[in-house]
């Protein structure tokens, strides 16, 4: 009579590095059909809707983004549990102060980073991204403004990365969940500065929601980070040079002070944002790089993207 001898860490690991590909794989065609959709809903709002009428076309934008994201993100959560299941896949960890702490220094470390990019790409204008700037004095437009390119961004894009995407890649460890749902975010974003800043803003949102467990966190983040730049995009139409230039250093310097505070404050209380936990993971981080980097879809989604940032 053989006997067989299984290798059960070997199983393991042959299972674990199934279901972590299997995970960027259908985050990643996620991110395909959102791409796909965009661009879809680009066409279809040139083609219908006249660029002169504000209002109408920020409100094509606002149930487009709604769209595009949380159709595809939702119908990719049911492959693996469901959004319920992967929302729920970080415990509540800290309090309502600390997650407060955490908002200041990740909004004020968003402005920094915001703030220097711009720099780079004054000395490498080729870094720039041309997104569309609107401006109106009408309160109403301000505030359709305000809900299109601020609130529901922040919303729908957090619940998608930071939730439910998060969730699922999360099987790989919480810097694997982080680094990778980080890519897939930029990914998405026009130019290659807004890229650059995509990637960095998404690992800080996914730094605070493992951090505090709580999604609400990298919501308001989100939300005050866009409109920041909503606010300094209007103070440019409004103000001189000088004042404007006034407004944005003594934003930034505020912000980089605050975030500074709030960094120490969560430091002398031993709030680690940046140390991830293995989850468990048995996958080395070679095989982490190979299963992500070079999964198909993952491969597929980044030269799309990188033909509609040429063309």
Sequence with gaps: MAIRVVNINENSTAVQEKAVRRSVTYVSFACIIILAMQMGAGVLIDGIVDRNDTILLLLFLMISSVLTILIPT????????????????????????????????????????????????????????????????????????????AVVPAVCEEVAFRGIFCGMLVRGGEGFAAAVSSLLFALLHSGFSGMLFAFLAGMIFASVRKTSGRLLPCIIIHFLNNAFSVSASMAYHIFSLDTYNTFLYTAVGISALMMLIAALILAIGKVHLFRYRRRACVLDTATKITVSVGNPSLILLMLLAVIQKIF
């Design 74 to 149: 939702f119908v990719c959560s049911q492959q693996q549990g469901g959004w319920r299941k992967n929302m729920r896949k970080y415990k509540h960890r800290y309090n309502h102060l600390a997650c407060t702490l955490m908002v200041i220094w990740g909004f004020g470390l968003c402005v920094v980073l915001n703030f220097l990019i711009g720099l780079l790409c004054q000395i490498m204008p080729w870094l720039g991204s041309h997104e569309a700037a609107y401006f109106s004095s009408d309160p109403m437009t301000v505030l359709l403004i305000f809900l299109t390119m």
